[in-house]
């Protein structure tokens, strides 16, 4: 398995940007694609965002299509989610998760999650 720790949350007004990291620690990081997802308490999981192990090929969900980018780095074992023109529907708690194979909006194929970081959008 391997533990991920998201950092990069916080508050900002609409219109504005925000870097989310999320760090591989532990033996390996090679072979796993890379998710984000948001949730909060009350509200169903969303998928946001995936990039593949292989070729790095991206997925995003609808709702950030053209403004969320997602990378990894893998000599840093560390994804990354950079987040523009937020909007305060992006207000949620974010989690960076791993998985090999499945599908990738599908949170039940990821195998390792994240403690989560909050993002707050004000208008």
């Known amino acids: 398995q391997v533990p991920l720790v998201e950092s990069g949350g916080g508050l900002v007004q609409a219109g504005g940007s925000l870097r989310l990291s999320c760090a591989a620690s532990?033996?390996?990081?090679?072979?796993?694609?890379m998710g984000w997802f948001r949730h909060t308490a009350g509200k169903e999981r969303e998928f946001v965002s995936s990039?593949?192990?292989?070729?790095?090929?991206?997925n995003y969900a609808d709702s950030v299509k053209g403004r969320f980018t997602i990378s990894r780095d893998n000599a840093k074992r560390t994804v990354y989610l950079q987040m523009n023109s937020l909007k305060p529907g992006d207000t949620d708690t974010y989690y960076c998760?791993?998985?090999?194979?499945?599908?990738?909006?599908?949170?039940?194929?990821?195998?390792?999650w994240g403690q989560g970081t909050q993002i707050t959008v004000s208008s």
């Open positions: 990039i593949s192990w292989s070729d790095g090929s991206t």
């Open positions: 998760a791993a998985r090999i194979g499945g599908t990738y909006y599908d949170a039940s194929y990821y195998v390792n």
């Open positions: 532990g033996r390996t990081f090679s072979g796993y694609a």
